[in-house]
């Protein structure tokens, strides 16, 4: 399969007359951009703010973050989801990098939402302080969840996900600054020189906790609560296949960019065909019972075994509960013979002394972790707030409580509820030590 | 200016060796001993005093040397703390250990001391919140020693930023939190990395030691079930709709009792979960799913336990830390052994 990413990098943002890219400049009709949006008649009021590194701004509660682009030719953009469900991970996609489109509740946040700051001591925290942002600022009627912990944002992660796609179709006949290729035959029709490279997996675990629909991550626009583990093409992730969830704490979340942009995924086609033959992704799930926590990691172990894997990476989009997953599956593997490394995030407690994962075995021997969910942060006022800072306080995001907003504007609160703060997916150059 | 003391044992405080091990605590004012070359490394820190205590006067006496020493730094004014350096005498290590901590946890001041990995001193208090650093076998290493000690104190009175433990050259404490190298390597690259080494056989470096888990023994049976007081204890997060207590919905520090004498079963109507980590529909329909009142007061008129304890305990579980779960559990168990309890059905999610 092969997929070409036709990219536009993106200097500057504006608004202006019509949506369109030129040299670096990407303009957009805002008045145009805001009908898409409202297409969904949940929506009742929206807006869009441009916000940039640098910029002495704070956002919350951010819900999604989407890296805006159009299908040239081979499939749709986030097919089940906002389009037909046909396959991707071939053909042509153009993107415009270094931007996103960022769902930002205007008053209601909740469990899984996060904050982001684009400046200052905040900055350092998320990776998501260096994108410039196309924030959609908006609200709907969803009176069922608006003063629930937990909330799915449909209206507003689907309206990002319309919105990011509107926006990329002004490069859709342009001709891309550089163009990425992702190739990989067929397991079966690979050299002997790269068949006689170590077979490695990825393994993604999705987060997908919640029994209810609409919560969870989806794969083609399936629920991942309600699926086996399953083989994947790398380019499938890369190509909108996956789509976001909207439960998980949100410094342990993979946001849609985060699947799109999947840094491990690219590293490991760097070196396929060097030092690995990157077999696939095999997409699994996080579990509630404990049966099927263990069916999940069965099937992992088996698939990876199947497919001739000696090496696998395994990386856990959660932290908690989950945790049980995440070593279940990596001792399901290294049981399987097969060398495994995971990648995910930590618990240790604002002092740092707790115990770091809620599951420990000593055959899970090669970790890397990129952050302290718990880890206490205060930061000073911010002179622009996008969205509602008090909904840090107040609406039950996992990092904050009651009373972590001051009158001031300065907040304290739990890397938690940090935006994508820990980018287990790998962008994180946070990492743990011990003091 | 800020004021330091040193704690040296009867040996560096120039009294004596093995025959005088017994010398009882003293404070002089000035520098004595290693006090000197560590007050030429320091800055903006001046040693006022220091303390001299044989090692086997603060092995055999400990309370009395340690109630001693505090009684000295009672009208003393005092910023930062120092012993040893200890090397690997084993008595002078585990002295400069315990007054570090005392001094640390009493006065609320940094205190540093030195020792070589093999003094029972390091195992015995790296995990509390002194400083440790990694020292030399004898007194050969003493400059070296206190240099370290010292370029950490000017640190530390400067309000430097701190790196981890195994740079600032000091014994981890167990303290594990994020740092923010600008320019290190993406997780992605470290992941992939640390795989090709594995793949090769290379050695490489987990960046989470597994930590040794903490195994609680089995409680033995009750002998006579229906005789036994039974409490409901949860982390499923079942409170009052009012949430009286305001328990975390997750990252709980907080935990509640809430009285269930004469109830038959929860209702609804009065409790709900708070939980955030799991889907609240069915508890809130009917919270004995979480908590099983209704179950076990069946029990109760079987005859099959003795008595449902009139309270139960309550809790989230959802992202709270293993520091915290075991300080409420511990504090919630010593309630329930107070109040005879004879066993507890503790309920998740």
Known sequence: MRLEIGNFPVREVRFGETTA??????????????????????????????????????????????????????????????????????????????????????????FQDGLIDMSGPGAKHTFYSSLKHICLVADTDEEFERYEQQKKNHALRWAGHRLAEYIATCVKDLEPETL??????????????????????????????????????????????????????????????????????????????????????????QEHGKTINFLGVIMSNLNVNLEEKTRSALFVAQIA????????????????????????????????GIKTVGITNECTGRDGRSQPLVALDERADALVTTGNVSELIELPPMPIVIGELEALARDGLSGGWEGCVRPDGSIIMENNAMFCGDTICGFSRKRMAEF | MKKGILYINQFFGQIGGEEMA???????????????????????????????????????????????????????????????????????????????????????????????????????????????????????QMKEDIKAMARFANKLVHGEPLLPAAEEGYFGRGKRHEIYPEDGPMAADRVVDMLLKKLRGEPFQTELPMPKTERIPIAPPIKDLSRATIALVTSGGIVPHENPDRIQSASATRWGKYDIAGMDSLSPEIFKTIHAGYDPNAANEDPNRVVPLDALRAYEKEGKIGKVYDYFYTTVGTGTTQGEAARMGREIARELLEAGVDGVILTST
């Open chain 1, 21 to 110: 890219y030129s040299n670096g400049i990407l303009t957009i009709n805002k008045e145009e951009a805001l009908k898409v949006v409202m297409e969904d008649e949940h929506i009742t009021e929206a807006d869009l703010v441009i916000a940039c590194p640098g910029d002495p701004v704070r956002i919350v509660p951010v819900k999604e973050a989407i890296e805006p682009r159009v299908k040239v030719s081979g499939g749709t953009m986030f097919p089940g989801v906002t389009n037909e469900l046909v396959p991707v991970g071939w053909g042509r996609t153009h993107a415009l990098k270094g931007v996103d489109v960022l769902v930002v509740g205007k008053h209601w946040g909740g």
């Open chain 1, 180 to 269: 990425e290729v992702y190739e990989l035959p067929p397991i079966t029709q690979r050299s002997p020189e790269v068949n006689a490279l170590p077979g490695v997996v990825y393994v993604m675990q999705l987060d997908s906790q919640m029994e209810e629909d609409g919560y969870n991550a989806l794969v083609y626009g399936w629920d991942s609560n309600h699926m086996l583990p399953t083989f994947m093409h790398p380019n499938e992730v890369l190509d909108g296949a996956i789509v976001s969830g909207s439960f998980m704490p949100c410094s342990s979340k993979f946001s849609t960019y985060c699947h799109q942009n999947n840094p491990t995924i690219k590293r490991l086609y």
């Open chain 1, 305 to 336: 075994k199947s497919l001739g894997a000696v090496g696998a990476i395994v990386a856990e989009e959660g932290y908690g509960n989950p945790d049980v997953d995440f070593i279940k599956c990596i001792v399901a593997l290294e049981e399987a």
């Open chain 2, 22 to 140: 017994d010398y009882e605590p003293e404070i002089r004012e000035g520098l004595v001993g290693p006090a000197t070359f560590l007050q030429q490394q320091l800055k903006d820190i001046e040693i006022t005093h220091t303390i001299i205590c044989g090692d086997n006067f603060m092995g055999s006496r400990k309370e009395e040397a340690v109630q001693r020493i505090m009684g000295f730094l009672q009208d003393k004014e005092i910023d930062i703390f120092f012993a040893g350096p200890a090397f690997r005498a084993g008595r002078y290590g585990v002295a400069c250990g315990t007054i570090c901590h005392e001094v640390n946890q009493k006065l609320n001041i940094p205190a540093i001391t030195s020792m070589n990995e093999e003094n029972p001193g390091v195992e015995m208090f790296r995990y509390t919140d002194i400083y440790i650093f990694k020292g030399g076998k004898s007194a050969a």
